[in-house]
């Protein structure tokens, strides 16, 4: 396993530019959502009694943002922008990684020099976008099931805790199918940029499931260790060193996210 994390991080250190794209790319999408969710719910929370002149004011508000969210248009632009933003979200994301794919594979198994992210965009984009929709169709798929289940629990329960404690396991285990679904819909997305076809990228992944479960393990791991640290050094030294480590963590995000599926691209390619 150390010998594929080596790997990865070789590839990773060659596709450096595309970390700082991505970086770039999860700040603005960050950037703009929040700027987008802000608008609303700022004037929202405005008329939050501060001062409670009686027991009523708070029940009241609670009302009153009710009424303000589900009876009136105030939500309509919002909504229509957000589904914008995702759609744009599910267009530019795959195509970056059929780029990124298709240069791992030119850069592992062809020895290339350089790297061919837009080649790969121009080559592979059709396969990796619709692989990349129907992962998270499956992902959100135990919605279908999940959502209707806690509603009527949430109703039955009466208490939020027991609420909360009775959904743990279906939580738990929409989290496994989730990550299962996405690592076997990448390592298709592998097949499918290398130009080696998606039954073949299927194949490689079966036979390569427990090397590149471990594999994903240890950079979660590896993730988790991370933003446990930059956590507690914020919280420690708060201030101005605490804000420029907290905006830094974002390009650490982004270049584990290029290391993990770089890692996992090598464990895929092994032979």
Known sequence: MKKMLGRGWDMTVRHKYVGILLFLYRFLWGFFLFR????????????????????????????????????????????????????????ITPLINAGLYFSFHHTEEEKGSGTRVLAGIRHAWKPVVLLYWLENALVLLPAVWVLPLARERFYSLGSPDRWLLDLLPYAAAWLVWGFA???????????????????????????????????????????????????????????????????????????????????????????
Request: hydrophobic content about 60%; overall charge positive; some cysteine.
């Open 36 to 91: 987008l969710v802000d608008s609303v719910v700022t004037p929202v929370l405005a008329r939050y009694p501060d001062l409670h002149p009686n027991a009523d004011a708070v029940p009241l508000f609670f009302i009153e943002a009710e009424f303000r969210l589900l009876r009136t248009d105030l939500l309509d632009p919002l909504l229509w922008l957000l589904a914008g933003l995702l759609l744009f979200r599910m267009v």
């Open 181 to 271: 679904v996405h690592l076997l819909l990448r390592c298709l997305q592998f097949g499918a940029a290398s130009r080696e076809g998606i039954g073949k990228g299927f194949k490689q992944a079966w036979d390569r499931a427990l090397p590149l479960l471990a594999v994903s393990l240890a950079m979660a791991g590896i993730g988790l260790a991370a933003s446990a640290a930059v956590s507690s050094v914020t919280v420690i030294w708060s201030g101005f060193i605490a804000v420029v480590l907290h905006q830094a963590f974002h390009f650490i995000r982004s270049l584990l996210s290029l290391w993990t599926a770089a890692s996992q691209f090598a464990v895929w390619r092994e032979r």
